[in-house]
């Protein structure tokens, strides 16, 4: 009701309620000192019968301060400040003006486009990545946390039971069984440790909405939803859209492991391979014919000694892309893991505005970025029309075992062979 609504609070004017839940309500204020609207969120503590449940509860609530309060990039929610008057407790956001969350896109009837889909959860694995690094974990991710604001652009927010890895970790976040149960990891429906493994997983089921308007672990009751998110694979995303790019399954494949050690590591990784999705969406797989694909790969250097079968799969398995004269493949300072070969054509290797070298047909780059996530130490640029075969290692693991050991086997002769070249090199300049 209106006459709930506070007129102040703190330096704040509150102009309107936003949105009312169990734990709290939201209003838009104003900031008289930046001149900016802002976010009020207001902790319902009055809602509690003891004042012990009270203090825990207040004591959650600031964690988000605390905990997000850490982070500035520009897909999470900015937290300004956060106060306490008398016996209201409030956190200060960004506003984020006109948005939505991710919610409606989770309903078979308003699926967004494929391309919108791999845009947002690019952006959310970035994210969290980030938030990661700085050693914070969500451990709530689920589409209501998930904000869009007019342009589409996402904003993460909520890390009301964020876990701060820190050494004051155990007085700063909720423990025990925490989170939204259809969004958690097995290990944290199972109350084990938690890592930030357990955020891309929810992540993945996330993803799995978007694009199929259904949850992949959907159950009639509590337990049975707990035994389907710890023991069942998820249906495949073909049951529901025949359509679906086969790159998506295998990213869904990746996030939704139920061991956290078979799962994307890190958000940079699950975004590399939805990076992969983008080239899928952009450049159609249709324009070469897979017979051609077949003749060109068998031919290279790289693939001398490999099966015809083991051929075959990695066709099937990479994305191809075309580069014209002059576009930039590589940037130097990029991190990536993709690893690149040359199918038709040659690029030009610059560090900074010096050409250094030059790679054709047959030969690859990008090996290093394939062994860990390191910055990239050089520009690749297209040469007139280039062809290339980009591959990752999510891509290598959807191979057999005996074509993953011929692969990791070339390659690892390749990179020998290429760090005998450039220690040569240093060696003669010396």
Not at 28 to 48: C, I, M, S, Y
Not at 70 to 87: F, Q, R, T
Not at 278 to 302: A, I, S, T
Request: aromatic share 10%.
């Amino acid at each position: 009701m209106a006459t709930d609504i506070p007129k102040k609070l703190g330096k704040y004017k509150i102009i309107k309620e936003l949105g009312r839940g169990s734990m709290g309500v939201v209003y838009e204020g104003h900031d008289p000192f930046t001149d900016h609207r802002v976010a009020l969120k207001v902790a319902n503590t009055h809602t509690f019968r003891n004042r012990k449940s009270a203090e825990r509860y207040k004591k959650i609530f600031f964690n988000e301060a605390h905990t997000a309060g850490k982070l500035k990039h520009p897909n999470i929610i900015d937290i300004l400040d956060a106060g306490a008057e008398e016996d209201i407790c409030y956190i200060v956001m960004e506003l984020v003006d006109g948005g939505n969350t991710l919610k409606p896109y989770c309903k078979p009837e308003n699926l967004l486009p494929y391309e919108q889909v791999v845009e947002i959860i690019f952006k959310c694995a970035k994210a969290l990545d980030y938030a990661h690094r700085v050693g914070v974990i969500h451990r709530d991710i689920k589409p209501t946390n998930i904000l869009l604001t007019k342009d589409m652009d996402v904003k993460f927010c909520d890390f009301s039971i964020a876990h701060l890895m820190t050494e004051e970790a155990e007085t700063t976040m909720p423990t025990g069984f925490v989170g939204s149960p259809r969004y958690m990891s097995p290990e944290q429906a199972q109350e084990d440790l938690i890592t930030n493994q357990t955020d891309l997983f929810s992540l993945g089921i996330v993803m799995y909405e978007l694009l199929t308007g259904k949850h992949p672990f959907a159950a009639d009751g509590f337990s049975r939803l707990i035994y389907k998110i710890t023991n069942e694979s998820p249906p495949p995303l073909r049951d529901y859209r025949k359509d679906v790019p086969v790159i998506f399954e295998k990213i869904i494949y990746h996030a939704l492991q139920k061991n956290p050690e078979k799962r994307y590591k890190m958000g940079l990784n699950m975004a590399a391979d939805l990076s992969l999705a983008f080239d899928y969406l952009e450049e159609p797989q249709e324009d070469l014919d897979e017979k051609e694909r077949f003749l060109q790969v068998k031919e290279l250097d790289f693939f001398q000694g490999f099966s015809e079968a083991e051929i075959w799969e990695i066709i099937r398995a990479c994305v191809w892309q075309d580069y014209e004269d002059g576009q930039e493949v590589v940037v130097q300072g990029d991190v990536d893991e993709a690893f690149f070969v040359i199918v038709s054509g040659s690029v030009d290797v610059y560090r900074g505005t010096n050409l250094i070298g030059e790679i054709k047909a047959g030969d690859c780059f990008g090996e290093m970025g394939h062994l860990s996530d390191t910055e990239r130490t050089a520009t690749i640029q297209a040469k007139d029309l280039v062809r290339l075969l980009k591959i990752n290692s999510t891509v290598i693991d959807q191979l057999s075992i005996a074509c993953q050991l011929h692969f990791n086997k070339v390659f690892l002769r390749t990179l020998v062979k290429r760090l005998s070249l450039t220690t040569a090199k240093v060696l003669n300049k010396d």
